[in-house]
């Protein structure tokens, strides 16, 4: 079935920028409904680039609700700690269990896994089935007409819909015509990452435990991913450089560079990153708060609305439910009053993510303190570590359908 548009009932033309993760689960959410979008992705394949991405309850919960439990589960690892580390002596500084004693899933109601990105994209796009998936298509252009937009593709197709939901990520083409200007950011932070086979780390304790080495300006994140927890996926990040001047995300770096932010680290840390050849600094960008998410007929969700440093691990997974939430709300009858809808959708999505968005700003300078903070200083951040569960559990414990339910305005728990 296809959403039907106000008085003339006539199908409502869902577009949807963006096969990445939040475009995919759109779609599939729009079917668990019995509804359908088509989805424009610029890339010619679905191939995800390396690396991975952490799956915490928020999002494994819908996903499960999908119906991809079982195979999700049988490309991912349950870490059996989340740990927090002196990055230089190795000492445990905090420890809150995960999968043991299903200490997470008895708490959160679903489970916390590592993936790989190229399997949660098999995962979806596998029970998306190419259906309404267009590949080969970059947006290059939108205009409101009337009631309608209309699409512009770099390989001159032309569409139009009743509805355009960006997913098409930080450098969003929909968010630049919502928001008329440019409104990403680099953090002043750069990142190395890579996905080791485990048989390289023989240093390494605690190996299929999600754990953070902290130091001054540096930390180094890493958890197990497969139905083996055979590899374990690393994000080592270093504040600066200051600027970054490359177009792209990627920078080449010199032979050795990325290891300069840590030296004197524990070894299982310079291990972890000599493990493979580094050749590329990514930079970390975000998107500023927008004051508008949508304008015309044309929405945001994901990384385009509120990309953010990626310290809770909760980009990928505030985008799966921003996924859902849409579909809620289309389903629920936004198709007849479009603009009541998106006005719904802002309301129920921006206070959290914005929220979330500040909090990984604040944990960056947790990660990374200066040993000019003192004793005390480490001692508090010592303490916030050890409260994290109490302090971060509202993230986790969040259930999108309830609160579209409930017409609740997302979480605004101050971090
Ligand atoms: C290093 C790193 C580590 C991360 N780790 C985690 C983690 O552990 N947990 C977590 O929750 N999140 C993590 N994230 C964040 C997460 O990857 C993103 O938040 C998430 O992928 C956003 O999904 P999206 O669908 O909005 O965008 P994307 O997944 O980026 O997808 C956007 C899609 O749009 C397509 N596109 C772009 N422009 C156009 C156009 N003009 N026309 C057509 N198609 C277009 C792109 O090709 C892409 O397929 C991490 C991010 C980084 C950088």
């Given at each position: 079935?296809?959403?039907?548009?106000?008085?003339?009932?006539?199908?409502?033309?869902?577009?949807?920028?963006?096969?990445?993760?939040?475009?995919?689960?759109?779609?599939?959410?729009?079917?668990?409904?019995g509804?359908?979008?088509?989805?424009?992705?610029?890339?010619?394949?679905?191939?995800?680039?390396?690396?991975?991405?952490?799956?915490?309850?928020?999002?494994?919960?819908?996903?499960d609700r999908?119906?991809l439990?079982?195979?999700?589960?049988?490309?991912?690892?349950?870490?059996?700690?989340?740990?927090?580390?002196?990055?230089?002596?190795?000492?445990?500084?905090?420890?809150?269990p995960?999968?043991?004693?299903?200490?997470?899933?008895?708490?959160?109601?679903?489970?916390?896994?590592?993936v790989?990105?190229?399997?949660?994209?098999?995962?979806?796009?596998?029970?998306?089935?190419?259906?309404?998936?267009?590949?080969?298509h970059?947006?290059?252009?939108?205009?409101q007409?009337?009631?309608?937009?209309?699409?512009?593709?770099a390989?001159g197709a032309?569409?139009?819909?009743?509805?355009?939901?960006?997913?098409?990520?930080?450098?969003?083409?929909?968010?630049?015509?919502?928001?008329?200007?440019?409104?990403?950011?680099?953090?002043?932070?750069?990142?190395?990452?890579g996905?080791?086979?485990?048989?390289?780390?023989?240093?390494?304790?605690?190996?299929?435990?999600?754990?953070?080495?902290?130091?001054?300006?540096?930390?180094?994140?890493?958890?197990a991913?497969?139905?083996?927890?055979?590899?374990?996926?690393?994000?080592?990040?270093?504040?600066?450089?200051?600027?970054?001047?490359?177009?792209?995300?990627?920078?080449?770096?010199?032979?050795?560079e990325?290891?300069?932010?840590?030296?004197?680290?524990?070894?299982?840390?310079?291990?972890?990153?000599?493990?493979?050849?580094q050749?590329?600094?990514?930079?970390?960008?975000?998107?500023?708060?927008?004051?508008?998410?949508?304008?015309?007929?044309?929405?945001?969700?994901?990384?385009?609305?509120?990309?953010m440093?990626?310290h809770?691990?909760?980009?990928?997974?505030?985008?799966?439910?921003?996924a859902?939430?849409?579909a809620?709300?289309?389903?629920?009858?936004?198709?007849?009053?479009l603009?009541?809808m998106?006005?719904?959708?802002?309301?129920?999505?921006?206070?959290?993510?914005?929220?979330?968005?500040?909090?990984?700003?604040?944990?960056?300078?947790?990660?990374?303190?200066?040993?000019?903070?003192?004793?005390?200083?480490?001692?508090?951040?010592?303490?916030?570590?050890?409260?994290?569960?109490?302090?971060?559990?509202?993230?986790?414990?969040?259930?999108?359908?309830?609160?579209?339910?409930?017409?609740?305005?997302?979480?605004?728990?101050?971090?």
């Open positions: 079935m296809t959403p039907t548009s106000s008085a003339s009932a006539k199908p409502l033309r869902v577009a949807v920028i963006g096969g990445g993760i939040g475009g995919l689960t759109l779609g599939l959410a729009l079917r668990a409904h509804l359908r979008a088509t989805i424009y992705e610029q890339a010619a394949e679905l191939a995800e680039i390396g690396a991975a991405v952490a799956l915490s309850a928020n999002a494994t919960r819908e996903l999908l119906g439990g079982p195979a999700l589960a049988a490309v991912s690892t349950e870490p059996t700690e989340l740990i927090y580390r002196d990055g230089r002596s190795g000492a445990r500084i905090a420890a809150h995960v999968r043991k004693g299903g200490a997470y899933r008895a708490r959160f109601g679903a489970p916390y896994y590592g790989h990105r190229a399997d949660l994209q098999k995962v979806l796009s596998g029970a998306l089935a190419g259906e309404d998936l267009h590949l080969g970059r947006l290059t252009a939108l205009d007409r009337g009631d309608a937009m209309a699409l512009t593709f390989n032309e569409v139009e819909a009743d509805l355009v939901i960006g997913g098409d990520g930080v450098r969003s083409e929909v968010r630049r015509w919502i928001t008329g200007g440019e409104t990403v950011r680099y953090s002043g932070t750069s990142a190395f990452r996905v080791v086979p485990m048989g390289l780390l023989p240093s390494l304790p605690d190996p299929e435990a999600i754990q953070f080495w902290m130091g001054p300006d540096a930390h180094l994140l890493h958890y991913i497969g139905r083996q927890a055979d590899s374990v996926n690393f994000f080592a990040v270093v504040e600066g450089p200051e600027r970054w001047t490359s177009e792209r995300w990627l920078a080449g770096i010199a032979p050795g990325h290891r300069a932010g840590f030296s004197g680290w524990h070894p299982a840390v310079i291990e972890m990153l000599d493990a493979l050849p050749t590329q600094r990514w930079g970390l960008f975000v998107t500023d708060p927008l004051r508008r998410w949508h304008r015309g007929r044309a929405v945001l969700m994901g990384d385009s609305a509120h990309a440093l990626p809770h691990g909760q980009g990928a997974n505030t985008t799966i439910e921003d859902v939430t849409l809620e709300l289309l389903a629920a009858g936004g198709a007849r009053d603009d009541g998106m006005r719904r959708y802002q309301a129920l999505r921006q206070t959290r993510t914005r929220t979330i968005q500040r909090s990984a700003w604040a944990t960056n300078r947790l990660l990374h303190l200066p040993d000019a903070v003192g004793p005390s200083g480490l001692a508090q951040r010592d303490a916030r570590m050890a409260r994290f569960p109490e302090d971060f559990g509202w993230i986790h414990a969040f259930d999108t359908r309830v609160t579209v339910l409930e017409g609740a305005a997302g979480d605004s728990r101050a971090a």
